[in-house]
């Protein structure tokens, strides 16, 4: 009875000391969701600048919006309601739908009109030009545009606001009926740009709630349906499709795991002690990802506890080892040598994963690492100790009996690896398609449904191609607008052959200093101005006085020190510029985005007459390259990691014949898994590569057991069993993941499910044959 108090006592003291370990951890923890964590170094400029888009990039964080289900009036009633709320919102830093509103303009920027409107490069302000204006708004207050334009008409006679509106709206706007865009199918259109990052699903998350919340609260929504399309939608939505397939995988996979063991140990309370060593590993790496890095992405943590299933087997090694007549503490010391082997083992694989130089690797190889020994190390010292004293020897099991009694007599031919190998090798040379998928859109695929609504919204809206970027480079913004400006022309004229439909230069917003002193040049003297409007407006219906604000704004702007980036940055239209200039070392880039690229090649002839100031950039290509490079650090790494792993082996064995019985079936398993998977017609990524690693780990375990020299049968029993029941679970959890409709799931579960197969299969055939 003192030894069963001890033995609670010991357990409670276990459970207290995992609390205050998850609390610390849990607090200090910071869960990050920016994909980039798990993106390598860039090495190159293009590169650099992909991973800057991917997060930060105009077209990556743009929302396409649709709203139809109602009459159009209505429609156009809730676009002008859903952007004024969203206008307020912390979540969105732009939000457009055609509407124009002179009472939203800040009175005090609106005199850089005639800095900013391309009308003077074509026009005077001299009677003539005046004259026309005014009779065509003579014309335009007599037509139901009358209730926009008489505020406008005092201050802006010439309707510059209009101009700029229209030359700030998308290089291919929509139709406007009431006001507001409109779809050719009688849908209202909406583009809303968020403040957070593209590629970051929990603030695109927030901030399409917050979008939703916002429409729905409006006023007669009723049966009005809004639609969202956009990369941070499609972001959001494979992130919770992912998370919720993975969450049922994981119920139903661990409902079937303790059922596992309870058929195999027939006892619940055997089977909440042995989960103590892996929840111990688990907090354990969570605590040193706080402590050493303060945050982690959840990524990581996923992987992490898939990664860290190895080391279910240590408690399960303990429990089917143990033998009748022998108390726990006896039974762990005798495994302990090969079970700590293959602990140092499995860690010094993950280390691969700490030499990528990504951040989210490292992450990744810091929780595994911390979790495999901390859970090795509590069931080598602390589950022992709080084992019942009774047992059902493993050994002793009729089944266990006849298995082995089965595999005993399977036939070993010396010569069947060797033939394999051959065999394995050339079925890989003749594999069909490409070795490597690069292309990360293909790892969290979209259904093409929403694909072809994303299309369709987007040719709509002339929203941005989210593939090229027109990148132009010059020492300092005033230049960068001044390049923009030159090259303008020459895109036009690529948009009238049909290369692409459209591009948006940051001089559609602001022009160069230079460009601004011209046309303020050109603004004529308050008493030249007022001789030209009394000719102008001679016989028609206008007030003499009507016309003072136009006359003061224009001898405001004949004063005005020119706009610079950094001010119009901060003006209300600013955002959208803002985010189209991006800072370097050695200068400044500007962004211009590009709509129906048709012809990349035109694109880029044109680029190259510019000597290298202007330059097409291909996402897809930069995103590839940077795949590529991050693939052949990993390789390298876990090339390293293998060759440490194999002198660990003979080391810890102390014997290259006993080494060459545990590398030999696990080096050929896995070349055997990536045979299978490209004979599919699978072509491998990262995930394939991490699900590698986890099945080599656990290949090593098998054939690390039954290598070992045992004393007697029932021994060679015990380690049956203890390899079925590490066999069956890793079958049943990553089975399941294999039938996943997502790729990165499959990749994980097929993977890994192929290698445990393997494995096991090939640890039985080329080990020692039993004595």
Avoid at 659 to 666: G, I, K, S
Avoid at 737 to 743: E, G, T
Wanted: with cysteine.
């Amino acid at each position: 009875m003192r030894a069963d108090a001890r033995r609670w006592l010991l357990v409670l003291i276990w459970l207290l000391a995992l609390g205050v370990l998850g609390f610390f951890a849990l607090r200090s923890l910071t869960v990050s969701t920016d994909l980039r964590s798990f993106m390598p170094p860039p090495r190159t400029a293009d590169q650099k600048l992909l991973m800057d888009q991917v997060g930060e990039g105009p077209a990556t964080r743009l929302l396409l919006l649709a709203i139809d289900g109602a009459p159009p009036e209505r429609l156009a009633a809730l676009s002008r309601g859903l952007a004024d709320a969203l206008h307020k919102d912390p979540h969105f830093e732009q939000v457009i739908n055609g509407a124009f509103d002179p009472a939203a303009l800040d009175p005090k920027w609106l005199p850089y009109r005639y800095l900013l409107s391309p009308t003077l490069d074509h026009h005077a302000l001299d009677a003539a030009y005046l004259a026309d204006q005014l009779q065509q708004r003579v014309e335009d207050l007599a037509s139901p545009a009358a209730t926009l334009l008489k505020p406008l008409l005092p201050r802006d006679p010439t309707l510059e606001m209009l101009v700029l509106a229209q030359r700030w709206s998308p290089p291919k706007p929509p139709a406007m009926r009431d006001g507001v865009w409109f779809s050719a199918d009688g849908a209202a259109l909406l583009l809303a740009q968020t403040r957070g990052a593209g590629f970051d699903p929990a603030a695109q998350g927030a901030a399409i709630d917050a979008l939703e919340a916002a429409f729905h609260s409006l006023a007669d929504v009723d049966g009005a349906h809004l639609e969202i399309s956009g990369p941070g939608y499609f972001s959001v939505l494979i992130s919770a499709k992912t998370r919720g397939e993975a969450d049922r995988i994981g119920a139903v996979s661990t409902i079937g795991f303790i059922l596992l063991l309870l058929l195999a140990y027939r006892s619940p309370a055997l089977l909440l002690l042995a989960a103590l060593p892996i929840a111990s590993g688990g907090l354990a790496g969570v605590a040193a990802l706080a402590w050493l890095f303060g945050s982690a992405h959840g990524i990581t943590l996923a992987f992490g506890f898939t990664l860290l299933g190895v080391a279910q087997e240590y408690p399960i090694r303990l429990l089917s080892h143990r033998r009748a007549g022998e108390d726990a503490v006896t039974s762990v010391r005798a495994l302990w040598p090969l079970l700590a082997t293959a602990i140092v083992s499995a860690a010094i694989a993950y280390l691969a994963f700490f030499a990528s130089g990504v951040s989210g690797l490292e992450q990744l190889a810091v929780f595994t690492i911390s979790g495999l020994l901390v859970a090795g190390f509590s069931t080598r010292y602390l589950l022992p100790r709080v084992l019942p004293s009774k047992f059902r020897d493993a050994a002793d099991s009729p089944a266990i009996v006849t298995a082995l009694a089965i595999i005993d007599r399977v036939p070993r031919p010396a010569w069947l690896p060797g033939l394999l190998t051959i065999v394995a090798l050339f079925a890989l040379w003749r594999a069909p398609g490409p070795m490597w998928q690069n292309d990360l859109a293909a790892l969290t695929p979209v259904p093409e449904d929403l694909l072809l609504r994303d299309t369709k919204l987007r040719g709509e809206l002339g929203a941005p191609d989210v593939r090229y970027l027109l990148v132009l480079q010059a020492p300092d913004p005033d230049r960068l607008l001044a390049l923009s400006e030159s090259i303008e022309p020459r895109l036009d004229a690529l948009v009238g052959k049909g290369a692409l439909d459209a591009a948006e230069l940051p001089s559609r917003y602001l022009p160069s200093v230079a460009t601004q002193r011209a046309r303020q040049a050109k603004l004529p003297d308050r008493a030249t101005l007022v001789s030209a409007l009394a000719e102008a407006s001679r016989d028609l219906p206008f007030r003499a006085d009507l016309f003072a604000p136009f006359l003061d704004d224009v001898e405001t702007a004949r004063a005005l020190a020119p706009l610079t980036a950094d001010q119009f940055a901060q003006t209300p239209l600013g955002a959208r510029f803002a985010s189209m200039l991006v800072k370097r070392d050695d200068g400044w880039l500007a962004l211009a985005t590009l709509s129906g690229v048709h012809d990349a090649d035109a694109i880029e002839t044109f680029t190259a007459t510019t000597n290298g100031s202007a330059r097409l950039l291909d996402l897809k290509a930069a995103s590839e390259s940077l795949v590529i490079a991050y693939r052949e650090r990993i390789l390298r790494a876990l090339g390293i990691a293998l060759a440490l792993l194999a002198l660990t082996v003979i080391v810890a064995l102390r014997s290259a014949r006993r080494a060459w019985h545990v590398l030999a079936p696990m080096s050929l398993a896995t070349l055997l898994v990536l045979v299978v998977e490209r004979v599919a017609g699978i072509s491998l990524s990262l995930f394939h590569l991490v699900a590698l690693t986890l099945a080599a780990g656990l290949g090593l375990h098998y054939a690390l057991f039954f290598e070992r020299p045992v004393a007697d049968a029932a021994e060679a029993r015990r380690t049956l069993h203890a390899t079925l029941v590490c066999v069956a679970s890793a079958l049943l959890v990553f089975g399941m993941q294999a039938w996943s409709s997502l790729p990165v799931l499959r990749a994980i579960g097929l993977t890994v499910a192929l290698g445990v197969g393997f494995h096991f299969c090939l640890s039985i055939l080329m080990a020692r044959p039993r004595r």
